[in-house]
């Protein structure tokens, strides 16, 4: 099946399920047991769009254990990692998602990424939405930024397309398991 097949597919699957509230919340539960928060200080996530996993309750509490927290702002083509202090401060922006306003970072700076999609396969190529955003973003983190995907146990699948120089995720987490994608320990 082609990229936008699956992409049409797996969003359509993702807009009318039921638990996307409860499986989050094992999502997020699952994240906190499997990492040691101390190992990281700058952490980039995503704010929720359209029943995509919810993060507000780990961006939260990591605002509240004094992490930095970035999302992302959309600026021409290019993804700008912005430091938030609270989630109230967020306005509408690129495709109606809610963006930050204020300092941006180096993405050098980030030492955990959670990167959105649409779905994943087992070996941690993603499909994305289709603008290459994060496919342009990507390349400019530090080799040893460790990359998340959380996801819906739906949208894992067994091999997505990809070519060669798109990036995977190190980590999937989903409500029912936690997939190393690569040989290196994840910290």
Same mark, same amino acid.
């Given at each position: 099946?082609?990229?936008?097949? %699956?992409? $049409? +597919?797996? &969003?359509?699957? =993702? ?11 094992? !999502? ?29 309750? %780990?961006? $939260? +509490?990591? &605002?509240?254990? =004094? ?11 290019? !993804? ?108």
């Amino acid at each position: 099946m082609l990229k936008e097949e %699956l992409r $049409k +597919k797996i &969003l359509a699957k =993702r807009e009318i399920y039921p638990n996307w509230q409860e499986d989050s919340h094992k !999502i997020i539960n699952n994240f906190l047991l499997k990492l040691d928060l101390s190992n990281f200080k700058t952490f980039m996530l995503y704010y929720p769009h359209k029943k995509e996993v919810d993060t507000t309750v %780990l961006i $939260k +509490k990591l &605002l509240q254990e =004094r992490k930095t927290v970035v999302l992302p702002k959309v600026s021409g083509q290019d !993804i700008k990692p912005t430091i938030i202090k609270e989630l109230d401060n967020l306005i509408v922006g690129y495709a109606g998602i809610k963006e930050p306003v204020g300092f941006q970072i180096n993405p050098k700076e980030i030492d955990l990424i959670v990167v959105p999609a649409v779905a994943y396969d087992k070996e941690g190529y993603r499909i994305g939405y289709g603008k290459g955003y994060y496919d342009r973003f990507l390349p400019k983190l530090r080799k040893d930024s460790l990359k998340i995907g959380f996801c819906y146990d739906f949208q894992l699948l067994e091999k997505v397309p990809h070519e060669p120089h798109d990036f995977r995720v190190d980590l999937i987490i989903t409500p029912t398991q936690i997939l190393k994608t690569k040989k290196e320990e994840v910290k």
